[in-house]
C-alpha cells in the first residue's frame, strides 16, 4: 500500500536503478574477468618481464657468475644473452630483414616445436636429407626440441622473437655442422654462433668453455675445428634466415653449399659424457 | 473450508506484499538518501558494489589483492601455495640473501621478547622451514642450563625430585614443545630435512595446516608465534581470531611482519631495494623472479603498524603492543589472551 502512494517519479528512479545496475552488474563482471586473464605480469608479449636497465645490468652480472658457477644452470645462460645482447639482435635482425627469406621468417613467425614437426614424415625421408639427418642427431644425442627457454627480457616484442629463433635454430646448427652434443661440439658450435651474431653470450662461452676440456680436445679444438668453426661463421649466409622447416627435403650437402659452410674436418661421435 | 483457504491466501499474499514493500522501501529510501548525500559517480559505484554483494556473497567473487594483482579470495590461496612451493628449497638462502643476514637477528629480537621458559608449548604457524622453532628448542635448553647453574651456585643440592624430573623418561614437569604448522608440504619438507641434519628429534611436531582453520583444539597453547606468514593468509582476521581459539586463558600471541618504514629516506632506499635488487636476486639464485615480485608487493599491501594493532584488538587480544625493527622494516606485534 506505500506503492499506492509512492510518487510516480520515484518508481521509475528505482526501475531505472535496477536496470542500470543489472547491466553495470554483468559488465563489471565481464571487465574483471578480462581484467584477470590480462594479469599485471603480461609485458609486450607472453611472459615478458619490464626491467629498467640498473636491474639488466645486475641480472647480467648475477647471472654470468651464476652460470660461470654452474654451467648447467641453462636458464642463467639464456638470461645473460638475453640482457647484453640487444646490439647483437640488432643487427641480426637487421640482416635478417636484408634477407628475403629472413624477411619471410620475420613475418610468419614459424616455431620449432615437437607439436609442429611431423616426425613420421621426416623419418621417412631419405638418408642425407636434411630432415632425416636432424632427426637423426636427436635420437643419437636424446634431446628433444622443446627445452628451450623462454624469452623474458627483452623489451622489443621482434627482438624477443629473433632470440627464441636463435635458441630454437641451435639444434640444427648442430646437424648443419655434423657437432654432437658432448663439450667439444658445444663448444665448436659456441665458436660458429660468436661468429655469426656476434652474442656476447656466445663469445663468453666461446672463451670459457674450452677451459673445461681435455688436452687432446684443446688441440683438436685449436689447430682444426676451431679454426673451421670461425671461418665458416664469418663468411656464411646468416643461418637465421633460412627457413629450415620448408627445407626438410633438401640434401644436407646441398644445404650447406647454399650457406657457404664447408663439410666438417672431422667426425665427431656422439657420448654420453662430455 | 474454502473461505478458510481463500483468507489464507490473502494473508500470504498481503504477507508477501508487505515484505516486498519493506524491501523496495528500505532500497528506495536507501538509494534516495545516498543520491542526496553523494556525486553520482560515486554512488553508482557504491550502490554497484554493495548490491554486488548482496547478489552473490561467495568467495569466488569477493576480491582481494595478491601482490598488486587484484584476484578473488578462492585464487589467492592456491596462487601463494604455488609460490612456496617454488620457493622452498632456496628458501633460507634467499632469506640470507635478501636481508643480507639481518632476518636472523630479527627472529632472534622475537624469542627474546616472547621469552619461553621451560615448560611453554609453542604453536608456530606459517613456521614451514623452522627458524622459529629451532631457536625456540635452543632458548629453552639455555634457560634449563641457566636455572641449574643458578640452582648450584646457590649451593642446593637437587632434590631427588628434580633428578628425577630430569631423566627423559620419567614424567613430572610438561616438557615444552613445539609444534610447527604450515600449510605447505613443501616448506615442511625442506623443515624436517632441516631437524634431520641438525638432530634434532624430540620436542618438534611437524602439521600440516591452514592459519585460518587450524587443526587444534581450543585452549592448547601457551604461545603462538607466526613470523612472515600472516601477510600471505588470506583473510587475517579469521587466522586472528583462530589464534585467539587456541591460545590457553593468559596465552601470548606474536606475530613478526614487515611493515611500513617510519623514517622518509630510509624509506625510498628500501622501496628502490626491494623492487630493484630482490626479484633479480631471486631470479639469479632460485631461478624465480614472479615468486620474489609477489614477496615484495604483499609487503606494500600489508597493513601499517597501528592497523595491525587494530586488527589485534577487534579480534581479541589485550595488551597489544608493538616493536620497530630495524627503523620500521619489521614489527613484532604482542597481544594476549585473558
Redesign the interface.
Known sequence: ???RY?PRF?II??QH?EL??SA??VQ??NT?RR??SH???DGVYHGH?QT?P??KA??AV??G??ALQDPY?H??VA?LGETTGHLALVSLRDRMRNDPEGLTILTERPRIRLSTLDLKNMASLPDGSFGREYLRFLEDNSVTPDSRTQV?FVDDEELAYVMLRYREVHDLMHTLLGMPTNMLGEVVVKWFEAAQTGLPMCALGAVLGPLRLNARRLQSLFTSLGPWALRNGRRGRCVLSIFYERRWDQNLEDLRQELHIEPPPATLHPSRKT | MAANVRCSNINRRRRNFLSH?VI??A??VR??VRSLSRKNACF?AV??QS??RW?TGAAE?R?THF?????SEAEKASKVYKVFENVAQKYDVMNDAMSLGIHRLWKDALLHVMHPQPGARLLDVAGGTGDIAFRFLDYIRSQQEKQQRRAMSLGQTPSWRDISDGYPAGGGAPESAVVVCDINKEMLKVGRQRADSRGVTTGLSWVVGDAEELPFNDDQFDLYSIAFGIRNVTRIDQALKEALRVLKPGGRFLCLEFSKVTNPVLERLYDAYSF??I???G???A?D??SY?YLVESIRKFPDQEEFKGLMEDAGFFCVQYFNLTGGVVALHSGFKL
Open positions: 500500500m506505500w506503492l509512492c520515484m528512479r528505482r536503478i542500470s545496475t553495470q552488474f563489471q563482471l574483471s581484467d584477470r594479469s599485471y605480469y618481464i629498467t640498473f636491474q645486475l641480472l648475477g647471472s657468475v651464476a644452470r636458464d642463467m638470461v623474458r | 514493500c523496495n522501501m532500497a528506495s538509494t534516495f553508482a550502490l554497484r548490491d554486488c547478489f567473487d576480491s601482490g598488486f594483482e587484484t584476484v630493484q635488487v626479484p633479480v636476486l631470479e639469479v639464485i631461478g623472479w614472479k615480485q
